[in-house]
Nanobody, 112 residues
């Protein structure tokens, strides 16, 4: 199953973006889902995860600013990003936790 992220773009510091993740099959109803990001020159990191029952966890760097949600019936996972900072600039990917095959990410650039 490949998962495709969308919704990235250029935003000013302090702005907001909402990322979406779409996929096929029943993966959304059986897996913990996560949003990952990879900044230039850095390793890919998990920034948010959501369990089957809706329990969420966040990296300290995004806690209080990002919100992950899921709709199993629609096979989607969302990432609402508020109060964006330049250090949030990265390619964002969605995947199961732990990750399997990587799909296409979406670039988020936070810059004035």
């Amino acid at each position: 199953v490949q998962l495709q992220a969308s919704g990235g773009g250029l935003v000013q510091p302090g702005g907001s973006l909402r990322l979406s993740c779409a996929g096929s099959g029943s993966i959304f109803s059986i897996a913990v889902m996560g949003w990952y990001r990879q900044a230039p020159g850095k390793q890919r990191e998990l920034v948010a995860r959501i369990g089957l029952g809706g329990t969420t966890n966040y990296a300290d760097s995004v806690k209080g600013r990002f919100t992950i949600s899921r709709d199993n019936a629609k096979n989607t996972v969302l990432l609402q990003m508020n109060s964006l900072k330049p250090e949030d600039t990265a390619v964002y990917y969605c995947n199961i936790v732990p990750p399997a095959n990587w799909g296409q990410g979406t670039l988020v650039t936070v810059s004035s």
